[in-house]
């Protein structure tokens, strides 16, 4: 009797298109934000500090072929027979002119080891002929398009300075994965204003989407940005999980409400500790991870447990309402 999975994992998502190890490089390639350049907006998003999330390598004075074979010498030593995925990671990697993005993600893919491109955007920022010249490399190689989602609440969007609404992470990815483009979506949860009960909701509706991928994390408070201005100004706002295992309990919660064909590439996200205000818990991705494992194991919890009851409820109700 097979024992039943407790989640989808991203390296066996993988296993489904390469016959050998890949790994993603991340890459800053000079693009700005809609929501920073005065188009949608100025300042950005309350929480973002691009610094978190961007390696050494990843210098924008740096060519995207030399991150790349960087990028390479910092991994090849661990598995040399290793292979990459171009992760076109800082700010809105879909903001330029057509000609530009093709040159940049075409580099990309002409160094040596180079096997597909990730490709994160903002829902708000895929053209129409963008998205067709995708539709058509997606045909040569490996294609992912993560979408930031952040959140499917409305209000919560305005209150981070987001610069568009849900209808619009919806469009985009209906488009996209319409396209047959590999379609992945980004959440942060615990951001201000939203309940437990709120984030859990929040699975079943991303669950209507025609996401293939879903990445989440904890909301962290990062020096220098807005949010962490306004949680000095009002920390009753926030609630910031410094209890690990509370957590945890959400993340599994979280899980049993996701669709269970959705894959999961990450629980959680660390942002470099000089930068960091809160929460931090000293723990490695890879040993939250494993208590997750550990507690999903205890609960009896697996992905998709609990998928659609609330629409079953809803259902019940409104049956017994009609019956009345």
């Known amino acids: 009797m097979t ?27 000079g693009f700005t934000c809609p929501n920073r350049d005065g188009t949608k907006g100025q300042g950005g998003c309350t929480y973002c500090n691009n610094q978190t999330f961007n390696p050494e390598y990843c210098r924008t004075e740096k060519t995207v072929s030399v991150q790349l074979e960087e990028g390479k010498l910092f991994f090849a030593h661990k598995y040399p027979s290793m292979k990459y995925l171009a992760y076109f990671q800082a700010y809105t990697n879909t903001y330029a002119e057509l000609e530009s993005l093709k040159r940049k993600y075409e580099e990309a893919l002409s160094v040596d080891g180079v096997v597909g491109l990730v490709i994160g955007t903002r829902p708000d920022c895929m053209p129409e002929d963008l998205l067709r010249y995708l539709e058509t490399l997606n045909r040569q190689t490996f294609l992912l398009v993560e979408y930031g989602i952040e959140t499917t609440c409305d209000e919560t969007l305005r209150r981070i300075n987001r610069g568009h609404t849900y209808a619009a ?40 989407l025609p996401l293939t991928t879903l990445k989440m994390h904890q909301l962290q408070l990062i020096r220098g940005t807005r949010m962490a201005h306004e949680y000095e100004q009002n920390p009753s706002d926030f609630y910031l999980f410094n209890d690990v295992n509370e957590y945890i309990d959400l993340v599994i919660d979280y899980v049993e409400h996701l669709r269970p064909d959705l894959v999961i590439e990450r629980f959680v996200s660390q942002s470099p500790r000089e930068l960091l205000i809160a ?13 997750v494992q550990k507690r999903m194991k205890e609960r009896g919890a697996y992905q998709g447990k609990r998928y659609g009851v609330t629409k079953k409820k809803v259902s019940l109700q409104d049956g017994m309402n009609n019956d009345q």
């Open 3 to 29: 024992e039943q999975p407790l989640y989808n994992e991203f390296p066996q998502f993988l296993r489904r298109y390469f016959p050998y190890k890949v790994q993603k490089i991340s890459l800053n390639a």
């Open 169 to 208: 992470t919806v469009e985009a990815v209906r488009r996209t994965a319409g396209c047959g483009i590999l379609t992945g979506g980004h959440v942060i949860l615990g951001l201000p204003g939203e309940s437990h009960e709120a984030i859990v909701a929040q699975a079943d509706v991303l669950s209507e």
């Open 279 to 291: 929460p931090d818990w000293g723990l490695k991705n890879y040993e939250f991870t494993a208590r």
